[in-house]
């Protein structure tokens, strides 16, 4: 069962995918779906390609579903050819991804430049969702929650408590990510209170109790209810199983039924 105190949240990562007219459909679709329950607690977000961003945001208005943006770079302009500042995102979206393990992996990136992202973002008045997760050698050697605690302190330290209580953090272990194989529910919940835990350390109980965690890596319809039905784990990141409406609108409906 989801906390009583935090808003489940769940999030689609459309990653590299859809086109503008692509990205329209299928946010029109979300709405749709969406639409057929006005009572709905859980908030929903989309996360498009940046060139969607105008189009989704369009289709989605007066919607409750909110926009991401995929990644930011941190200054607000200036000679950084094909990036996009939050400075730019500002009514267009109110989350930004940060941190994904593929920008990690693929881009370089490393948590003193994740942290200036999500300091970025704030000061743009954007929500950060800030990704972190262990690979599978860090599973296999036992030592995924270093790690994982690691990158939160090294991603978010020189963050106020205020700031990081309002902010989303998204536990995503690289194994799991577009594998078919999440981790166990209670996996996740551990590792997600053991992220927890690290935030109350750090910044404080008030905080710790604030942030929203979500698990991310291979959520589907058919086990975002098990998930979902654990305490720490607030939500979800979700990456191919968000490109189909119905498989989105079922993990969304999955996150209401583990409302306390
Ligand atoms: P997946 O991706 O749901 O396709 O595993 C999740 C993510 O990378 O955010």
């Known amino acids: ?39 709905y607690h859980t908030e929903v977000v989309l996360c498009p390609p940046f060139l969607s961003l105008s189009a989704v945001a369009a289709a989605v208005e007066d919607a409750p579903i ?56 704030l ?21 995924g929650a270093a790690f994982v605690t690691a990158q939160i302190t090294g991603s978010l330290h020189d ?15 690289i194994w799991a990510i577009g594998t078919g194989h999440a981790a166990t529910a209670a996996d996740a919940n551990t590792m997600i209170g053991a992220i927890r835990a690290t935030v109350a350390d750090t910044w404080g109980a008030a905080a710790a109790g604030r942030v929203r965690i979500q698990y991310g890596g291979s959520v589907a319809a058919a086990n975002a209810a098990t ?4 305490p720490e784990i607030d939500g979800a990141l979700v990456g191919g199983a968000s490109l189909k409406a119905d498989e989105f609108a079922a993990i969304i409906a999955a996150a209401e039924v583990s409302l306390p």
């Open 1 to 39: 069962m989801v906390s009583a105190v935090r808003r489940p949240i769940i999030a689609g990562n459309w990653k590299m995918n859809t086109t503008v007219a692509e990205a329209t459909d299928l946010a029109r679709q979300v709405r749709a779906a969406v639409a057929s329950h006005p009572d």
């Open 66 to 121: 909110g926009v991401g943006a995929q990644n930011c770079y941190p200054a607000d302009s200036g000679a950084y050819t094909g990036e996009v500042s939050a400075a730019m995102l500002v009514g267009l979206c109110q989350y930004v991804i940060v941190g994904h393990s593929e920008r990690r992996g693929y881009f370089g990136e490393d948590n003193a430049f994740v942290q200036q992202k999500a300091a970025h973002a």
């Open 123 to 143: 000061a743009h008045g954007l929500t950060p969702i800030v990704c972190v997760g262990e690979s599978l050698e860090h599973y296999e050697a036992g030592t």
């Open 159 to 173: 963050l106020s408590a205020d700031a990081v209580g309002s902010l989303v953090i998204a536990y995503e272990p």
């Open 227 to 230: 998930l979902l039905a654990e």
